[in-house]
């Protein structure tokens, strides 16, 4: 399975060349609003960025809320989403504990797939694609946030937008 990591963070220069990756290339369209990572300020330029993703609980609130089976819940964490069945509702968003699910205008749910898309956009080197048992090797050294989920498992991956 693989693992998105964001392990040098403190090289972030908040530019979001890899939201705007995620924008074009999974979700096929050019909106800060239709994006699955967000790059966030720790506080202010002087104190860095951070990514906020899908963190793959395991259960999942957000698969448990929705109403749907838009979210189910993958085995080993995270999230299996299915676009089509999604009726807006937002619960997904309410559940979320790490408030990693963002809602557009129109309330259509975005949340990070893992697929990697964005990585080689980063031109600091900020986030890594891994094997989730290097990860697991890694330990808990570092500020890195280890996000599992397999990729190319959500509609939009698959070009259903």
């Known amino acids: 399975m693989k693992t998105l990591t964001a392990p040098r963070m403190e090289r972030c220069i908040g530019c979001h060349s890899c939201s705007l990756a995620c924008a074009r290339l999974v979700h096929k369209c050019l909106s800060w609003d239709k994006v699955g990572i967000r790059i966030i300020s720790s506080g202010g330029l002087s104190t860095g960025f951070e990514a906020k993703t899908c963190q793959a609980c ?91 989920l397999q990729s190319g498992d959500a509609d939009w991956s698959e070009g259903s937008l």
């Open 58 to 148: 395991d259960p999942a609130p957000c698969a448990e809320a929705c109403p749907t089976g838009a979210y189910s819940q993958r085995k080993g964490g995270g999230l299996i989403v299915k676009k089509k069945l999604c009726i807006r509702c937002g619960e997904c968003d309410k559940a979320c504990p790490v408030d990693a699910i963002y809602l557009d205008s129109t309330g259509e749910p975005f949340v990070c797939i893992h697929c990697g898309r964005c990585v080689p956009f980063c031109p600091h080197d900020c986030l890594e694609l891994d094997e989730e048992d290097r990860i697991h090797r890694r330990g808990t050294e570092g500020p890195e946030k280890a996000i599992s």
